[in-house]
Structures are given as structure tokens and as C-alpha cells.
């Protein structure tokens, strides 16, 4: 297992994987902690997660440097990340216990009442793009609870998922609350198979939730899957075009792109399609890209040579089929997995770049006649995970947000963003369940049911 600099190509360090019968040594003394670790108060559980909100915050610098090593962020994006893992810890230890009290139903009984219990061992499937980020919004709310947890991060960031295991440790949580398993992606069925997993969250493409889904299935485990996207973004005649054009751009740019949630469709009336487009173009054309560690980077590479050949295939097979460049679309002769910032227009129905979710720097920008016609586009779509309008009208915004966009979030002159405050998730092939707020603390616990005569 080797983590490689996407910057340079460089091999940063190997790792041996763990053997099969490791992986279940670890499994096993997990799932026995467990049935400690459940017994213990909230009290408890928020003061070993305010230690961990502590250790991030005084080591975002450091944990930064990792992720721009492992997976090409530029520092500025994983202070913030590391930023965000400290907020999410902090609001569980805060709010955990009145998320899960118990909540009296009156009845014809004595007493009836749902007790929020955890179910065990919870397994968590992550990516690399924000590999702190999704770790740590799994983990806060499913450790709060009083599950314990296993992590198989992605391949590529053994480091970040190593140092993850690390943070909770030197916070003084006992051995096996959490586990990292180095594990390739072959060896994920095994683990949701094990007797001692209960349930299982991934964070990842949406072939990965399928095959996840299938097997948990089987099992009766319960699964959460935070899927792909291809968020479309409508521009209406009445929006503040510049700080509209400027929003977008860092809702496209955010991770160099590659997040589910990324703007990726910009769906423009007619009247005013010209002008934004104008607006987009100078945005888009000011980020600089380069090596993440230097500051004056905006934008470092895509993660791996791999993914950034796909995008550009996308591209590429995009453009045959009648789509035009603006800017971009051209690999850069130079060492790194880099792509430029690329708009795209004439986007149509069987292109990648209208299909498809592109993962990466890329703009898909999308002539409509009226408001009616970008709903219409907006929705025709197999994903459903975010979606945005912007408009001056703001009544009009949020109806089309709350009735008329098929999505699990939905922003009103804002790009689509995260918050441990408020659920997260999404619909059709971008999964289903949520995360975050007092909805994803609840899908890893047992809403037992109590009677007393």
C-alpha cells in the first residue's frame, strides 16, 4: 500500500497491509471494548472528544501538510478541514446526550417510552478527497453515541487514516474505541460480513454504495451511503450575477474540485447567459494551480494521475459530441496530476459533462429558456445529493429549493456545503440515510421501545 504525492509522482512512504487474521484480532478486541465503552456516561464520552477537538485544532498545521502530501489539498483548504473536524467533535460533546434522551409517548401503559441505544461495531468506508472530513463526521456522532468504530480509508491515504487512529489514542480514548484496518478494497465484503460489525457508512462513488449496499443487504446490517453528485446550480435573470459567478467558481474550485457536492452544473436562462458566463470565466481563469504546500497556490492537483486522465477522457468525449471549451480542457506538460480549471458550453443530454458527475475542475455551463426549463434540467439527473438557485427574489428561492429541486440539500445564493448542524445526505443513485445533527446520530443507535404495565 504506497501513498504517492500527486504533485511530484513520488512514493511519500510504504505501508504493509494488514493480514487477514489481523484484521480480525482487531475486529474482535474492538467489538470487546464495545460492550465497555457503551456503559460509559456521556460525560465520559465528551470529555475524550473535547480532548480530540483540542489535538486537531493544535495540530491543523501539521495534519494540513499531510493531506497536501497524500492527496494534493492545499494547506490553506486542510486547515480548514482539520478546522471543521474540531467543530464536529465539539457539537456532538455538547448536544449527544439531548439527542439521544430518552422521549416519553403517552399510552394507555404506566409508562412508554424509545431509549436511543448503540448497536456496536459500526464500520466506516472513506474516501480520500477530504480524509479527515469524512472520518470525523462519522465518528464523532457514532462514538458520542457509545458505538465503537473500524476505519478501511481509502488506498491512497494510509498516512491521513493512521494518523486519525493516533489523535484518538493520545486523547486518551481506551485502546479499540477506534480502529484503522489497512486493508485494500477486496477485502471490504469480509469485514461488513463479520459477526461483530453491526452496520456501515460509506462516503465514496456510487458503484462502491451499490456493491457496499448489496452486501450489508445479505446481512440485514443497516448502511448509510453519502453517494456521488452532479449538483446543479440555476442562475436566474434576476441573480446578482457577479457575486453569483464568484460563489459558483469557489463551489466548482473547492478540493480542486473533487467533492460529491461540488458545483458541477451551472444552469443559466437565456436572458442573462452571456453576461454570467462573462463573470464565471474571469473567476474561474484567476485560480492558480500548483504545488500544495506553497501558499500561493489556490488549487494543488487532482489526487492521482488516474482520476485526472479520466476527467480529461470526460472532457474529451464531451467536446466530440458537440460540447465547446471556454477555457481549459488540456492536460499541462509538467510533473503532477494537474487540470486546469475548464468551462464547458454547449453541454447537451449524452455528453459526460451532462451525465456524468465530473470529479474535478470542470464547469458544465447549460443554456436554459426560462425558470421552468432549468428546474427541468436541474432535476434530470440520476443523482440527488445538492442543489442551488440564486435569485434576488428570495421567496422564490426558497420555494424552488423546498418544492421544486430534487435533492437532499438545497442552497438559495449559496454553494452547497456541510454543517454539523444540519442533516446531510442525499436521494436516488447519490444514497440514502443522512449525517450530521440530531438525524445522524440516530442512524447508528436502536430506537428501543419500553413498556411497563
Not at 446550480?233 to 453569483?244: G, P, R, T
Not at 444540519?422 to 443522512?434: K, T
Request: net charge neutral; hydrophobic share 40%.
Amino acid at each position: 500500500m504506497k501513498s504517492v504525492n500527486p504533485a511530484t509522482g513520488e512514493v511519500i512512504q510504504t505501508y504493509e497491509a494488514y493480514s487477514e487474521k489481523g484484521v480480525e484480532k482487531i475486529i474482535n478486541s474492538v467489538d470487546k471494548r464495545w460492550h465497555q465503552w457503551r456503559n460509559t456516561s456521556y460525560f465520559q464520552r465528551s470529555q475524550l472528544i473535547q480532548n480530540l477537538a483540542s489535538l486537531l485544532k493544535s495540530n491543523k498545521e501539521k495534519l494540513a501538510r499531510l493531506m497536501a502530501l497524500e492527496m494534493g489539498k492545499v494547506l490553506r483548504e486542510g486547515v480548514g478541514e482539520i478546522e471543521k473536524c474540531a467543530w464536529v467533535c465539539d457539537y456532538y460533546a455538547a448536544n449527544a446526550e439531548s439527542f439521544l434522551e430518552s422521549e416519553t409517548i403517552p399510552t394507555d401503559f404506566s409508562k412508554s417510552y424509545v431509549s436511543y441505544q448503540p448497536l456496536g461495531t459500526i464500520l466506516a468506508v472513506m474516501p480520500w478527497n477530504f480524509p479527515f472530513w469524512q472520518v470525523f463526521r462519522f465518528a464523532a456522532p457514532t462514538i458520542m453515541a457509545g458505538n465503537t468504530a473500524v476505519l478501511k480509508h481509502a488506498s491512497n491515504v494510509p498516512g491521513c487514516a493512521l494518523a486519525i487512529e493516533d489523535l484518538f489514542r493520545e486523547a486518551g480514548f481506551p485502546e479499540n474505541v477506534f480502529r484503522t484496518l489497512l486493508i485494500g478494497s477486496d477485502k471490504v465484503e469480509a469485514v461488513i460480513r463479520h459477526q461483530a460489525v453491526k452496520a456501515v457508512s460509506l462516503t465514496g462513488s456510487t458503484p462502491a454504495g451499490k456493491s457496499v449496499a448489496s452486501v450489508a443487504g445479505a446481512g440485514l446490517k443497516k448502511c448509510v451511503l453519502e453517494l456521488g453528485g452532479s449538483d446543479p446550480y440555476i442562475i436566474l435573470e434576476d441573480a446578482d450575477l457577479i457575486a453569483a459567478a464568484k460563489t459558483c467558481t469557489a463551489g466548482r474550485l473547492l478540493n480542486a474540485g473533487q467533492s460529491c457536492i461540488g458545483a458541477k452544473r451551472f444552469i443559466v436562462v437565456d436572458k442573462v447567459y452571456s453576461e454570467f458566463l462573462e463573470y464565471f470565466t474571469n473567476e474561474m481563469i484567476k485560480a492558480t494551480f500548483g504545488d500544495p504546500c506553497e501558499p500561493e497556490s489556490t488549487m494543488g492537483p487532482l489526487a492521482r494521475a488516474d482520476l485526472r486522465n479520466d476527467l480529461h477522457e470526460q472532457v474529451s468525449g464531451s467536446v466530440k459530441k458537440g460540447a465547446e471549451i471556454v477555457i481549459g480542457g488540456e492536460k499541462p506538460v509538467r510533473k503532477g496530476a494537474y487540470y486546469p480549471p475548464t468551462i464547458l458550453e454547449n453541454v447537451q443530454p449524452g455528453m459526460p459533462a451532462y451525465d456524468e458527475e465530473l470529479f474535478g475542475p470542470v464547469a458544465s455551463v447549460i443554456r436554459v429558456r426560462d425558470e421552468k426549463e432549468a428546474v427541468s434540467v436541474a432535476n434530470d439527473s440520476i443523482f440527488g445529493l445538492g442543489a442551488a438557485v440564486f435569485t434576488r427574489d428570495i421567496k422564490k428561492g426558497e420555494m424552488l429549493a423546498e418544492t421544486k429541486l430534487q435533492a437532499g440539500c438545497c442552497f438559495v445564493n449559496d454553494f452547497v456545503k456541510s454543517d454539523p448542524r444540519l442533516p446531510f445526505g442525499g436521494i436516488n443513485e447519490s444514497g440514502f440515510g443522512r449525517e450530521l445533527s440530531s438525524h445522524g446520530i440516530r442512524e447508528f443507535v436502536n430506537a428501543k421501545t419500553v413498556v411497563i404495565k
